[in-house]
């Protein structure tokens, strides 16, 4: 049967078909939709893990009782789980274990775009590009394979435009047959101490030359012979681009991209004129070409920063004189005014970005919806660098500050965040007595992804009930004195709990208590009373607009006098953050 | 071989429904025989913010975005996104827009002015212009939400594809409960 897959569907299905059995993420796009998938074939045991470094060592584990474990994550959360990979690599695997990277060239919707490519070589773990979603199911299938017949961690690197891309794939069975899991004692390969893992390393090393041999001969890795004037060595989505763009050239496809096929990339170099490899971010398969001493051109032609298109791959090879094309018409619009996102009508964290604005923080940022609070008119989040690190660096920062800067540092972290990597950086702050502020957004959800449960959230990716770490309780447990529960819809009192925590010398948590408005569900979200703009009331001052609510529009007056805001009633879930800012009681219930 | 490829983009504001519509569109021409690759990003854009899906079918697709400047038609859900993607098209290309607007936050702060006249700055581009009153006829067929169904109807009009796939691919992909209404809604597209 043929279905239209995303790229991430298609890598459920085809750890499903796997016999894959246990499987453990944490969301990040654009890997999320794979475990949500995952979850509806029963036959997998699926499940969200806190984070990435967590998420992996529960595959490694489950490999470990022998079965075929999946763990998935956006290409910075292998930053996380990069100590169990590197040391899994030694210890190899009982049953197959695979980890899904995704990348996310151009930034779409990341803090940076590295190359996971280079975790590969760095590690020493072969991994595998897809170029489409049926490429998607077969790789992650072989994936398992290879996992067992190397015995090495198998990765497979997949990036925005193939996650999230959907192209046609034909649906096969679930093997069977495979060992049943069981405990085995086997402490030469899985204790991993010095003298253990003397004797791995050089297996691990042997694995690669061995891996390298079976590319050469692997159909994954294919020559597609056309002109022998250009030819061009490439993988995953840039495959599909040079295909489109130099329909002429010969191709070197790659379906294995670490370690590469050496003696298949020697033949293919021999049988064309010209060699270059097209790739996308690092030059990280050209520098290995160079390295084999045989000559070819990449970054020469290609960009390091962003994605490729077959358009970017035509003009870089026009501009080199290597191809000519047609110059094409382009019908240019005048620009309009932007649209970036913003956060929804009612978010519980628009409030406290506008107290913070008023209080003069300075925030060390973290990742999440709540990033949003450092567009204007709230203009208050001044960090952002990963997750977990906005307390960490407040923390750092008042060490480096005067007294009367110090107060002014507020971290703020989302719950999911927070339970990511933020709960070190708490317990690092109390212990060592840094006198920096932290709030805690518990929106009860992972909303920036796309609304995932996580562990405070009262439910598992099945949608089970189960327990919830109680956040404030965690802050006192780590040696915090001074928490607070605020609720954020309350400006007065949101602006005081700020306000006596900046200026408390000690350090401090402010936690918020209300839902994301985007989960429903009984105990969670209920939409307030939608209120109205009395235009008569309305005296055109502009206070409501300082929040940035996307239900409120001003509406300028066409005879010149002063313009009236007005409220959306589709789009207002009556939170009432804006009729505590306006002074002339013109916002009121609808009528 | 016949390498002809045609390259739709469906444009509009994040919440729109913009991917539902991409997917109904993708599974129609699966159905109708073709290759099809289908891509865009999602993520900030679930924000409100500006969103582009691009559907490609053909004999044998290879690249699943949509070659600057190459696009075939252009599937408008919001009046401004419409407007600003226009550069992705050929010249000659088919633009079908719904006749809703929705302000971005520059706009909303009273910092900008909705630009005027968009319609008729579209048509003097691309004289195949459609503007369809989206809301207003999905609100005759009986629920303002299946806006993008009549959008669907009108572009389906475009396309050489059988009646009976497009019902075939509304049956797979809207929920049951919607159908019916969603039948309707694309038969006032496809009768404009
Ligand atoms: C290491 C890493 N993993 C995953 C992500 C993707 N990501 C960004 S923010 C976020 C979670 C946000 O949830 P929360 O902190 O609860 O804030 P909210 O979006 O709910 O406001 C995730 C998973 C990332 N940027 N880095
Ligand atoms: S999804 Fe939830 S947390 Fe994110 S902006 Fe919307 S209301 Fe706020
Ligand atoms: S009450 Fe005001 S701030 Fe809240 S959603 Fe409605 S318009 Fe926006």
Redesign the pocket.
Known sequence: MKEILSGNEAIARGAYEAGCLVASAYPGTPSTEILENVINYKEINASWAPNEKVALEVAIGASFGGARALSCMKHVGVNVAADPLFTASYTGVKGGLVLIAADDPEMHSSQNEQDSRNYAKFAKVPMLEPADSAECKEFTKLAFELSEQFDTPVMLRSCTRISHGKSVVELGERVTGLPTPKLVKDAPKLVMLPGNARVRHPLVEERTLKLSDYGSSAAINRMELHSSEIGVICAGVTYQYVREALPDASVLKLGMVWPLPHALIREFAAKVKQLFVVEELDPFIEDQVKAMGIACQGKELTTLCGELSPGRIQAAFAKAGIIKVAASEVIAAEPVPPRPPN??P????RGVFYQLNRANAYVTGDI???T?GFMPPLNAMDTCVCMGASISMGSGMVRALPPEEQKRVVAVIGDSTFLHTGINSLMEMAWNKAPATVIILD?R?T??TG?QENPASGFTLAGEETSEVNIPELCRVLGIKHVRVVDPYDLDATRLAIEEEMNRPEPSVIITNRP????KGAGRFEKGKILEVDQGKCTGCKACLRIGCPAIEWKPNPDGNKGKAFIDPQLCTGCTVCQQLCKFNAIGGRK | MDTTITNILLVGVGGQGILLASEILSEAFMLAGFDVKKSEIHGMS??GGSVVSHVRFGKEVFSPVVPEGQGDILFGFELLETYRYLSLLKPGATVVANDYKIAPPSILLGQAVYPQALPEKIKAKFPDFLLVDGQGLALKAGDVRAANTVMLGAVSKRLQIADGVWQQALEKMVPKKALEINLKAFEFGRGL
């Not at chain 1, 994301?516 to 989960?519: D, H, Q, R, S, T």
């Open positions: 956060m929804c009612g978010c519980p964290h999440g919806c709540y949003l929106n959800i909303a920036m609304r994301c408005c985007l989960i | 679930q924000r």
